[in-house]
């Protein structure tokens, strides 16, 4: 059975930082699969923050994140993370970890991803 179990999440003040991790059981990161990071703020739709795609496919962060946001994997420790700089009020959100075999897709689409975390939150205050 397939775990992702996100981390990290919490309350901070705008132009903060904070570190997601998203650890998996059952499910091995491969070179072949696609992990990623959504986000789904109250009243609004989910959608893709930050998403690694196989092999030379260029990585997707969402024009809102670009240069603040960074998603990296330990392959050794079966852990994504998403490493979140200069926080804004507009990031509050519940973040949720995943992964899958899907083909890429910009932006991604949720249905090409298998499996996911049930979310840690993430708040930031003005």
């Known amino acids: 059975q397939v775990e992702l179990v996100e981390s990290g999440g919490g309350s901070v003040q705008a132009g903060g930082s904070l570190r997601l991790s998203c650890a998996a059981s059952?499910?091995?990161?491969?070179?072949?699969?696609?992990v990623g990071w959504f986000r789904q703020a109250p009243g609004k739709e989910r959608e893709g923050v930050a998403v690694r795609y196989p092999g030379p496919t260029p990585t997707y962060y969402a024009d809102s994140v670009k240069g603040r946001f960074t998603i990296s994997q330990d392959n050794s420790k079966n852990v994504v993370y998403l490493q979140m700089s200069g926080l804004k009020p507009e990031d509050t959100a519940m973040y949720y970890c995943?992964?899958?075999?899907?083909?890429?897709?910009?932006?991604?689409?949720?249905?090409?991803?298998?499996?996911w975390g049930q979310g840690t939150q993430v708040t930031v205050s003005s």
């Open positions: 059952g499910y091995t990161y491969r070179y072949n699969s696609i």
């Open positions: 995943a992964a899958g075999y899907g083909g890429p897709s910009y932006p991604p689409r949720r249905e090409r991803f298998n499996y």
